[in-house]
């Protein structure tokens, strides 16, 4: 996540940039926050593609930026970066930025994790029919945990299945499981 | 670690053993005799998942009767293949083709061993479609030497 404006974000991709960033490499390698200036980022890289960096930087204004590791309960990693033409951020600066770094990924990653759900409308029983599934329960054997009918069980997974936009069970469960409806 | 991903279009190479008047059962012992192959199925239908013994083996689990725990099986591979894991399957049983993926399984020493994990789809006579494969672990160092010494 970062505060880059839209069209840097748009043509750093389009240069294929990101795979050999140093700022990434950081991440990679330590959780320490770090700043990061445009000189540093803009250093000999492994691409050899320094000088478009260094361009795209003096074009958007960016001096200076901040970089924070974060990470979620379950175990996914990412960066924060707060970026600018301003000067390099002091201590107490820092502070506040690695706090609201952990703020924001928590909560665009919670945001994330809703709308994923709710665009698919699934039930709380269809969720529990996939659930079960993924754990290698039949129909049959769902049906007796649940206390629904085999007909019933069917039922929800044949819905929970069209909901998710998928083929057949083994698609939907896949799918749940890789858009962490289920785990 | 990158991950690479390849898409191109590729040829089928059938084995024909009995050109080389070998049976497919002597070529199967050659490919499994020195890292075990593990065999599993996928059932489309149900959503089940069987494994051979020696899947349960290559992830250090305990053989059990009956399908899968899917959800235990995926995360018991490296957080960052994860994703890619349900990827592949999600992608073999839509477009009902295969796949073939390199990445880190969890072993019971805590340490992650490379294991390469084949899916093919197949429909069987009675009109069960499945996808079925195979895993097996990379134990063999580069430019190392294993020598059978016993039938």
Known sequence: ????????????????????SPAMAHLRASTEPIIITAELMSKARDDGKQNIVAYLFAKYGIRTSALFSVHLPNG??????????????????????????????????????????????????????????????TSDEIATILGLSQHTVNHYLTNAARKLDTSNRTHAVSKALRLKIIS | M?????????????????????????????????????????????????????????????????????SAAIEAFHPDDREVVSRCMEEAANHKTGYRFVLRLNQPDGN???????GLYRKLDDGTEEIFGYIQKFSAVARSVTILTQD
């Open chain 1, 1 to 20: 996540m970062s505060n880059w404006p839209a069209f840097l974000i748009s043509e750093y991709d389009e240069n294929s940039l990101l795979e050999y």
């Open chain 1, 76 to 137: 996914e990693i990412g960066g924060v970066t707060f970026a600018g033409e301003g000067p390099e951020p002091d201590q107490t600066k820092m502070v506040e930025l690695h706090y609201l770094s952990n703020l924001l990924f928590s909560k665009i990653h919670a945001l994330r994790d809703e709308s994923d759900v709710k665009d698919f409308g699934l039930k709380p029983r269809e969720i529990d029919c996939l659930q079960w599934t993924s754990q290698g329960k």
């Open chain 2, 2 to 70: 990158q991950l690479q991903f390849d898409t191109n279009p590729r040829a089928y190479n059938p084995l024909d053993p009995e050109s080389m008047e070998l049976s497919p059962t002597e070529v199967l012992d050659a490919i499994s005799r020195f890292d075990a192959v593990g065999l599993w199925r996928a059932n489309l239908t149900t959503g089940l998942v069987y494994w051979s013994d020696i899947v349960y083996e290559i992830y250090g689990m305990e053989p059990q009767k009956g399908a899968v725990n899917v």
């Open chain 2, 112 to 118: 992650y061993a490379w294991v390469k994990s084949v």
